[in-house]
């Protein structure tokens, strides 16, 4: 038998849209809270510019498991290159990982905010114009009404273009370029950090006193974009998955070393699922990425491929 093809990144866009990705990525982590993965913890081999990552899950009640190795190089276009593969009963899907991976990063921020953004939230902040961002967006307007987008990168030029391209796909999307980070969170309702800083983005008297935050960018001790003061004093930090935020996960490290943050203060997604935690004041979502939400988007991806191919 012949190996199978690799599915390109626009085979997976066409079949797997935005909400569907959000839809399957909220049930995955309603499977990981009910123990039904197996989910071994994330090889990273490299430094924080240039890495080989290696992730793996495995559902139990499917008998189905899914394997990603990426490598990443933040300088490079594109950042992201490798191969997801997804195994069942019925066979094997291979797929561009740097497509499955936005999609899945933006789709877990669509839940988060889901969960915890304003329900009348309408201006959506972006900070950072790189790979993860359009998804970011896409992600968000899945689940709220937004109208107005403001965008920050160091590069304007970037942020211009991003700001262009998101007017074409949503039209009635009013779209700008802020100067400073500070700038375009002071009148969010959501921001999004999608960055690989070292360093908080912004000044945490910079928000609003009503607003929810996603950060996916930082995924090593290393990397920071939030302040510790936002972790302090929200109302609920939710992350992925706690054992990943605690060992990965720059501003959480940061802020639970220094005693601004009490790891009993930090749900996990799925479990808040289910007992939504209090979405009044700030906010915070922070994600790592788990190899449930690749599975999720997998799973949905071979579905669809094979309906189309039977």
Known sequence: MSAP?????GEVRAAVPMGAAVDAVREAFR??????????????????????????????PSGSAVVKTIGLVLDRVPA????????????????DASTVTTLRTGAVAGVA?????????????????????????????????IRELTVFNRDRAKAEALVTGLAAEFPWLS??????????????QIVCCATSSSTPL??????????????IGSFRPSMRELPPELLQAASAVVVDQLEAAVEEAGEI????????????AIRELGPALADPPDRTGRTVFKSVGV???????????????RAVTA
Request: overall charge negative; aromatic content about 4%.
């Open 5 to 9: 093809r690799t599915l390109s990144a």
């Open 202 to 215: 912004f000044d945490a008297a910079a928000l609003p006193g009503r607003v929810h935050v996603n950060a």
């Open 253 to 264: 490290i940061h802020a639970l070393d220094t005693g601004l943050l009490e790891r009993a």
């Open 80 to 95: 992201i290159l490798g191969t997801l593969v997804w195994t069942d009963r019925d066979g094997q899907l291979v797929a």
């Open 31 to 60: 499977e990981l809270a009910n123990g039904r993965f197996t989910q071994p913890n994330r090889l990273v081999f490299g430094d924080d510019a240039q890495a080989v990552l290696v992730m793996s899950a495995h559902h139990q």
């Open 291 to 305: 190899a449930a939400q690749d599975w999720a988007i997998a799973r949905l991806l071979a579905a669809r491929i």
């Open 175 to 188: 779209g700008r370029v802020a100067a400073s980070a500070e700038e375009a969170v002071g009148q969010a």
């Open 113 to 145: 905010t889901d969960l915890l953004a304003p329900p009348d939230a309408r201006r959506l902040t972006l900070l950072g114009a790189g790979a993860q961002a359009a998804d970011q967006v896409r992600a968000v307007l899945a689940v709220r009404e």
